[in-house]
């Protein structure tokens, strides 16, 4: 596509179905670019297919690559098929746990070519949910408008769920604020406050020896009484 004179390309994998229920993995494709005609759309398609699946190939399998192309020039369009493109597709590990694993840490979403083109059109700021998400994309919190600090473990989506989270689009999710600590705790005492000559200030150490010395003296003076 970029030798084509495509100069924004941006690919994405989807692995199953809506609910997980068969295995069909395809590549998204969102680019720039027009309207085609009939045969140059053919002619594109053809040389796509030779160049991701030798011929040889396809004829031992009976089978070719499958390619679809649309085009349009309504946001509205253009949106929906954002959406669906970078929407995940592999929500759950039970579907295919060795899959998982082996996908772990693949950079599902690529970019290619050069984006520094001024905007074709921009959201008009009353969708708060596609605000939001374009914030994330810049690394930006939604709310605080802090940096975001990404976890690199996973997290058991049980967790994530029990929490309530608010689904932006994308994968991502939005979780409520940290609950603060609760007020009027009790502090420890400051043994700092306490009088100097106070018996709670000495280490356990100096305790113990000025108890043997109470004793000692306490023995003595009742040595001394009887005698």
């Known amino acids: 596509l970029r030798k084509r004179g495509y100069r924004m390309v941006f690919t994405r994998w989807h692995y199953f179905g809506e609910h997980g229920e068969k295995y069909h993995p395809h590549l998204n494709i969102l680019c720039d670019g027009g309207w ?9 398609k053809d040389s796509i297919r030779r160049k991701l699946l030798p011929r ?34 592999f929500r759950d590990i039970t579907w295919d746990e060795p899959l998982a694993n082996a996908l772990y840490g693949f950079h599902n979403g690529c970019f290619a070519g050069t984006w520094d083109g001024s905007p074709k059109w921009k959201l008009t700021g009353t969708d708060k949910k596609f605000n939001a998400l374009l914030k994330v994309r810049e690394g930006i919190h939604p709310v605080s ?80 009484s009887y005698s």
């Not at 399998?61 to 970078?86: A, C, N």
């Open 56 to 89: 040889s190939i396809a004829k031992g399998i009976g089978k070719d690559l499958e390619i679809q192309y649309r085009y349009s020039r309504s946001p509205k369009q253009i949106m929906h098929w954002i959406k669906y493109v970078t929407k995940a597709s």
């Open 36 to 44: 085609l005609p009939e045969e140059q759309l053919a002619e594109l």
């Open 145 to 224: 408008g802090k940096p975001i600090k990404w976890n690199k473990e996973p997290i058991p989506w049980a967790l994530v769920e029990a929490q309530n989270p608010v689904d932006i689009g994308s994968g991502y999710y939005l979780l409520p604020p940290i609950r603060p600590p609760p007020s009027g705790r009790r502090q420890p005492t400051n043994l700092i406050e306490l009088p100097d000559g106070d018996y709670r200030k000495h280490t356990n150490t100096v305790r113990r020896l000025i108890d043997r010395a109470k004793n000692v003296a306490s023995f003595r003076s009742d040595y001394e």
